[in-house]
């Protein structure tokens, strides 16, 4: 009872079952029916003849005509006089006269009569034709067996159960092909999700056309690919992370080992504990990213929007950044002509431009310039970092954004990044439905522009 084949066959199965003996049963009904007014109407057409028969040219004769024509096994005629004894019959056993003794003394009926219609229980019906010749009259009675008719009705109840058992085994078939059609894939997809849910994306499904079937084994076997992408994806992303912390820390193994070494002057010792302060602030910084990273992949990470200016918010950036920039000799330009208000997550906007800013900074080279630039269109806040650095190869710009993807690795070892920021600026401008877009030349510079 827990396969939805069985369900759906017992559905089918009472449905088709309903509809069919309703249909089989006004079948049979009509076609009896039918058959019993052809023959009422025979019989009343033969003896209505005979009558007319009689009634044209009554004499010995003419009955003796009338009883020779239905010297038949099925059919019988009898003609009465007006005191209603019988003159003629067909039926020389005398049998009929017998039987129907009580009916044919008691006729009285003007016109043209079925006398007796119940074919199922009686073994003739019958009916009487009055007629009036010269000074006869009487009664012209027909009399035609029921054994055809029932015979007729017997066969044809063989036929309607021949035909009932045929599509009893039609169902069946049915069953069993919705079986194969319809369970089969379905166990087959089970069995792929258990695999699934066991860590083995190593699924593989039968094409099963277009339906609704087909497109849930497609969307399984998307998702066992996506799975298996994700899980490359993530040690991927591990064994990148490992390897970006095992390099500071082996600086800061190495370096605090010699600075711990006798003998070494003051000025030595100070230098390698800036080399361990160095490594380490990357070290946060790292870490810090990863954080902030390991927070945006939460479907709870939201984005609080409110209303703020732009010129006091923007200042308040170039503040906090100008000191690193002055000691690089790098000078940085805010471009805000009209002060506008900004629709956005202060706090989220602040850490996505003082990256692009740390970003120029560290890409650019003394006494370069940098602007940082902001203006309002189309109801959008459009805010752009332009720097005069040492840019990025066409060929590298669509990866700048994957997170742990640095150009050229030994540049950024010498620049000190680790690949996170600029991730995490797209997730935090993704995540207020903004884009980012960046234009970059090698040896040039590069823009970064984002609208949000
Ligand atoms: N303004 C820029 N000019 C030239 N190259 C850039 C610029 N911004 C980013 N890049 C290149 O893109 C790469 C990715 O930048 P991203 O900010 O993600 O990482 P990072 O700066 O190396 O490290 P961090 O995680 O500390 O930000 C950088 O390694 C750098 O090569
Ligand atoms: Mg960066």
Not at 48 to 77: G, Q
Request: with cysteine.
């Amino acid at each position: 009872m827990n396969k939805i084949s069985t369900k759906l066959a017992i559905c089918f199965f009472i449905v088709v079952l309903i509809m069919e003996s309703s249909l089989m049963y006004y079948l049979h009904q009509s076609i009896i029916h039918t058959r019993a007014e052809e023959e009422f109407s025979l019989l009343l057409a033969n003896g209505a003849n005979h009558r007319d028969v009689l009634i044209e040219n009554y004499s010995d004769s003419t009955i003796k005509h009338i009883i020779l024509m239905e010297k038949n096994e099925n059919r019988e005629v009898m003609i009465t006089n007006s005191t209603g004894d019988i003159i003629s019959s067909s039926d020389k056993s005398y049998m009929l006269q017998e039987e129907y003794q009580l009916l044919i003394s008691d006729l009285n009926n003007e016109k043209d009569k079925i006398l007796v219609s119940d074919w199922r229980n009686s073994s003739y019906i019958v009916s009487a034709h009055p007629y009036k010749a010269n000074d006869q009259s009487g009664y012209v009675l027909m009399f035609q067996s029921t054994t055809s008719i029932n015979q007729m009705v017997n066969n044809m109840n063989k036929h309607f159960i021949i035909s009932g058992i045929a599509s009893f085994i039609v169902l069946f078939i049915v069953y069993a092909l919705l079986s194969k059609i319809l369970t089969r894939p379905l166990i087959r997809m089970k069995e792929a999700t258990e695999k699934l849910s066991k860590g083995d994306f190593n699924v593989s499904l039968p094409y099963l056309g277009k339906d609704e079937l087909g497109d849930l084994s497609g969307s399984i076997y998307k998702l066992a690919n996506d799975l298996e992408r994700l899980k490359d994806e993530r040690n991927e992303f591990l064994a990148s992370i490992a390897h970006e912390l095992s390099t500071p820390l082996t600086y800061l193994i190495g370096y605090s080992k010699i600075a711990m070494r006798k003998g070494l002057s003051e000025e030595e010792r100070e230098h390698y504990l800036e080399i361990i302060g160095e490594e380490s602030d990357r070290m946060k910084d790292l870490v810090k990213n990863l954080l902030d990273l390991a927070r945006m992949d939460e479907t709870s990470f939201t984005v609080s929007k409110e209303y703020f200016w732009a010129n006091s918010f923007l200042e308040n950036i170039c503040k906090l950044v100008v000191p690193s920039y002055e000691v690089k000799k790098i000078r940085l330009n805010l471009v805000c002509e009209s002060d506008f208000q900004i629709y956005a997550d202060s706090i989220r906007l602040e850490q996505i431009i003082l990256n692009l800013l740390d970003n120029s900074l560290k890409y650019s080279n003394e006494n370069s310039e940098v602007t940082l630039k902001a203006y309002k269109k189309d109801e959008k806040t459009i805010i752009s970092v332009i720097d005069t650095g040492i840019g990025i190869p066409a060929d590298e710009i669509e990866f700048i954004f994957e997170k742990l993807y640095r150009v050229e690795k030994s540049r950024s070892r010498a620049y000190g990044g680790s690949g996170i920021g600029l991730a995490v600026v797209k997730e935090l401008v993704e995540a207020h439905g903004g884009t980012i877009e960046v234009k970059s030349k090698l040896g040039e510079g590069s823009t970064f522009k984002i609208t949000i």
